[in-house]
């Protein structure tokens, strides 16, 4: 059992649907990540530049104090616990105050420098909690203000959580654009599938004309891909026909071959008369009878895949009742036919000698009435279909130990009534050629009941 669907058109759609998701996820990958970078660039230039800014705002008064008009031009530095701070501390000995944001309720920490160690230029970025518990992102660095080497801390914070918060909003538009687009292009492309298939479908169609036997080759015009497919079904079919018409020759050739010599052997039996003559005789017609049968095998066998031959039951089945209802007066014969007309999938002359000879025999047998009823029934396999015939008689029917025995060719129950034993046996191996089944038992007449099923033709 294969997990794989067999449709053609789901692989590809299927394939060309998770090509496309893992596409636009790689695609939408690598746009985030580029933003983010983008967006944290400039982030920490920002936070730079307001830092060097606050580095050029602050001086020291002649009293040792830190000074300055501080304006960074961000109004988020007045808003308080907005998440954007600057702050300047003194580090030497000699220099006084504080000064800070507007922002900047409390003081926040800053960590030693044997954890967040300063670069070269005295400068460190890190990032810590911020008064609402916001992360915070910090640009720090230590600077000289005059000629006595009074050195003070610049502080600048900017909002991280902001960032982030951006950034995911960013990321979420992203997917839902993507999205979209995704779900726009697996659509357009299942169509595009859908469309470029089409001509399989066509084909098929072509297939079943022909099969039915409304065509007999595949008509129209296909895509350069399909073409040649078509091509070479068509020659398939031609090649199908050469055979069964080269199969029919040899068999009337074989047939006309053997029709003289066995008609010179049967005048002579007639002639040397006796006991002798009656011999050859018997076994002349026997092999006149067998070659018959063989001969119609090799006939159907030829024929029996072909994908031409539809005859419609209805009106052959009526016609054979009428000139049996002729030849037997005294017999009522009542046919039974379904609303929707039945085709056998086979020549019309086949179906002909199996109702023949079972008319034959129920008419043989029967008492004053006989029954003939055709309906459609299940085929063999799924996707086929069947019918199946039924002809009854009121007659005195046949034991159950002995209705194989009657199959056997030859064989006769009643020596007392005419006929060669072979009509029974031809009709099974008929039926047995085409694929279907014979079955007799007892009818609701009181008699025999004979059941043939085969295969309709769409």
């Known amino acids: ?203 098929r169609e072509a297939l079943s004309k022909v099969r039915e036997g409304t065509a007999q080759r595949l008509d129209g015009k296909f895509p350069a891909e399909i073409e040649p497919l078509a091509n070479e079904t068509n020659a398939l079919i031609e090649n199908n026909k050469r055979i069964v018409e080269r199969s029919r020759t040899q068999v009337g050739n074989l047939a006309h071959s053997l029709k003289t010599p066995l008609a010179v052997l049967l005048n002579e039996a007639r002639i040397i008369g006796g006991e002798k003559g009656r011999l050859i005789e018997v076994q002349a017609s026997a092999m006149q009878q067998q070659l018959e049968h063989y001969l119609q095998r090799a006939r159907i066998a030829a024929q029996r895949d072909s994908v031409v031959y539809r005859t419609p039951l209805s009106p052959l089945l009526k016609r054979l009742v009428r000139v049996m209802g002729k030849l037997n007066p005294k017999t009522l014969v009542t046919l039974e036919l379904p609303a929707d007309e039945l085709l056998f999938a086979g020549e019309s002359q086949d179906f002909e000698e199996v109702v023949g000879n079972l008319l034959e025999n129920a008419m043989k047998w029967a008492g004053s009435a006989v029954v003939v009823s055709l309906k459609a029934v299940d085929g063999p396999e799924p996707g086929v279909g069947a019918f199946e015939l039924a002809i009854e008689d009121d007659g005195p029917g046949i034991p159950e130990d002995k209705a194989r025995d009657v199959l056997k060719r030859g064989r006769r129950l009643d020596e007392t009534k005419p006929g060669t034993g072979l009509g029974l046996a031809i009709v099974a191996d008929l039926v047995n050629e085409y694929g279907g089944k014979l079955g007799l038992e007892r009818s609701r007449l009181g008699g025999l009941k004979a059941t043939v099923q085969l295969r309709t033709a769409l």
């Open 1 to 203: 059992m294969t997990l794989v669907p067999r449709s053609l058109a789901f692989r590809i759609i299927a394939l060309s649907t998770v090509w496309a998701i893992v596409t636009l996820l790689i695609i939408s990958t690598i746009i985030s990540t580029l933003y983010r970078q983008a967006s944290e660039r400039g982030f920490n230039s920002l936070l730079s530049a307001h830092l060097f800014n606050l580095i050029s705002s602050v001086g020291v008064s002649e009293g040792g104090a830190l000074t300055g008009s501080v304006d960074l031009g961000d109004l988020r530095f007045s808003e308080p616990d907005s998440g954007w701070y600057w702050a300047v501390e003194p580090v030497s000995s000699g220099l006084t105050g504080q000064l800070r944001s507007l922002s900047m309720s409390e003081a926040i920490p800053s960590p030693p420098a044997t954890t967040v160690p300063f670069n070269s230029e005295f400068q460190r970025s890190y990032e810590t909690d911020g008064i609402a518990g916001e992360d915070l992102q910090v640009f720090e660095s230590e600077f000289v203000l005059d000629a006595e080497n009074r050195v003070a801390r610049f502080r600048v914070m900017g909002n991280r959580t902001e960032l982030e918060n951006e950034i995911g909003a960013f990321q979420g538009r992203l997917f839902t654009y993507l999205s979209i687009f995704g779900a726009g292009m697996v659509a357009i492309n299942a169509i595009a599938i859908m469309l470029g298939l089409r001509p399989l479908a066509r084909v």
